[in-house]
C-alpha cells in the first residue's frame, strides 16, 4: 500500500529518514554476474552529497555506503559480483542536527510536506523532513549505480546535465564542458552566470529552481504499450523526485505550437532525420537518445520571514533557520540519472525475458 518500491523485474525499495540512524535500499531482481563494489557506488553518491560548495548545504555527511548483501567474490574472481539474491545497501547519517527542527515540531513550512504527512498519517517526523526529505534521494542514487552497472553490460548510457538555473539558460550542449564545473552545466560561460545568481540570491535570504535535461542513449523496443509506455514510465520516475514539478520529453510542450509537418520526425534509410519524439513513438524506444527535461521548484526552505499557520490553524509567521541548498541543482543531477536508470534497467529485464519466453 505505501510507495516505497519502484519498478516491475529490477525492483527498488528504498527506507529510512533523514534524521534517523541510516538510509538506505534493497534491489531485488539484479541479475548475477554483474560486477558490484562499494567503489563504483561512491562514484555516484560523491556527485550527490552535501557540503561541497557555499551554494549546498553546510551538512557534513560523508555518504560512505556499505553494501550488506548481494554481492560475492568468487575464487579466482577479480572483484566483487552480484548473485542475483536482494541487494542490500545502507548508508549511516554522521551529521543529523535535529534540535535545529524542535521549534518547527507544531509549524506548517511553507513549500514543504508538513501539513499533507500529518493530514495522512496522523504524526510527522519533523526532523529535517523525515521520510519526505532530499535526503532519501541518497538511497536512489546508490541503486542507480547498480542499475547503471546492469546498463553498462548492453551500452545503455545515461547523462544528466543542468540546462537553466534561476532564469540563466546554457546556450550550448557541450557534454565535456558539464564535467568541469560544479553546476553540470554544458555552457562553461553560462555556468559562471549561473554561479553569480547563486550568490546573488543567497545574499538576499532566498532560493532557485531550474531546468535539468537527461539524454539516454539507448537501443530500441524498450517500453510497453498503453499504461507501461516508456515515456509515462520515465516521467512518472522523474515526478517522484520531490522537488520535480513538471517533466517533457522530446520536444515537450513546444510540440504543442508546432505543425505536424515541423513535429513529425522525417524517417529515412539512414535513420531519423530530427528527434522531436525524444526518443519514443508509442511508447517504445526508436533508437534515438532519449531526451528528457524537468523542472525543479526552487527550494522551499528560505530564510526570508513567511506567513503559515501551526498545528492548531493559528497564523504564525517563520523564517527557517538550518542547513539548506540555495537549489536542488546541481545535487539533484544525480538522482534523475538514477531514477531514469532505474527505470531502464527495469524495461532492459522485461524485453529481455520477452525474448526469452515470449511474456512476462
Not at 89 to 94: D, H, P, S, T
Not at 214 to 220: D, E, F, L, T
Not at 291 to 305: D, H, T
Request: include cysteine; glycine fraction near 12%.
Amino acid at each position: 500500500m505505501a510507495g516505497n518500491t519502484f519498478g516491475t523485474l529490477f525492483r527498488v525499495t528504498t527506507w529510512g529518514e533523514s534524521h534517523g540512524r541510516a538510509i538506505g535500499a534493497v534491489i531485488d531482481g539484479c541479475p548475477p554476474g554483474i560486477e558490484l563494489t562499494p567503489e563504483i557506488i561512491q562514484k555516484e553518491l560523491d556527485k550527490r552529497r552535501p557540503g561541497k560548495s557555499k551554494g549546498e548545504s553546510p551538512r557534513k555527511e560523508p555518504d560512505t555506503i556499505e553494501i550488506m548483501s548481494g554481492t560475492f567474490r568468487p575464487e579466482q574472481a577479480e572483484t566483487e559480483l552480484t548473485t542475483g539474491t536482494p541487494i542490500s545497501l545502507v548508508i549511516f547519517n554522521k551529521d543529523a542536527h535535529s534540535a535545529s527542527y524542535d521549534h518547527l515540531k507544531d509549524i506548517y513550512r511553507p513549500g514543504h510536506g508538513d501539513i499533507t504527512y500529518q493530514a495522512k498519517y496522523g504524526i510527522r517526523d519533523h526532523r529535517g523532513g523525515g521520510r519526505a526529505s532530499a535526503r532519501e534521494t541518497a538511497a536512489r542514487v546508490a541503486a542507480g549505480a547498480v542499475a547503471s552497472q546492469l546498463l553498462a553490460a548492453h551500452n545503455i548510457q545515461v547523462t544528466g546535465y543542468t540546462v537553466a538555473l534561476g532564469g540563466v539558460h546554457a546556450g550550448q550542449r557541450d557534454l565535456a564542458a558539464a564535467s568541469t564545473n560544479r553546476l553540470f552545466c554544458p555552457d562553461d560561460e553560462a555556468a559562471e552566470r549561473m554561479e553569480a545568481r547563486i550568490a546573488e540570491v543567497r545574499e538576499q535570504g532566498d532560493t532557485l529552481g531550474g531546468i535539468v535535461e537527461i539524454m539516454a542513449v539507448c537501443p530500441p523496443g524498450l517500453g510497453e504499450p498503453v499504461f507501461d509506455k516508456l515515456d509515462g514510465e520515465l516521467a512518472r520516475a522523474l515526478m517522484s523526485i520531490g522537488a520535480v514539478k513538471g517533466v517533457e520529453i522530446g520536444s515537450g510542450f513546444r510540440a504543442a505550437e508546432m505543425l505536424g509537418s515541423q513535429n513529425n520526425d522525417i524517417i529515412t534509410p539512414d535513420g531519423f532525420l530530427s528527434n522531436n519524439a525524444g526518443g519514443i513513438l508509442a511508447g517504445i524506444s526508436s533508437g534515438e537518445h532519449l531526451i528528457m527535461r524537468v523542472a525543479v521548484k526552487p527550494i522551499p526552505s528560505i530564510g526570508k520571514e513567511q506567513q503559515t499557520v501551526n498545528r492548531q490553524n493559528e497564523p504564525v509567521a517563520v523564517k527557517i533557520g538550518g542547513r539548506h541548498d540555495i537549489s536542488a541543482i546541481p545535487r539533484i543531477v544525480p538522482v534523475c540519472e538514477a531514477m531514469v536508470r532505474l527505470t531502464l534497467a527495469d524495461h532492459l529485464l522485461r524485453q529481455i525475458v520477452l525474448h526469452q519466453t515470449g511474456t512476462y
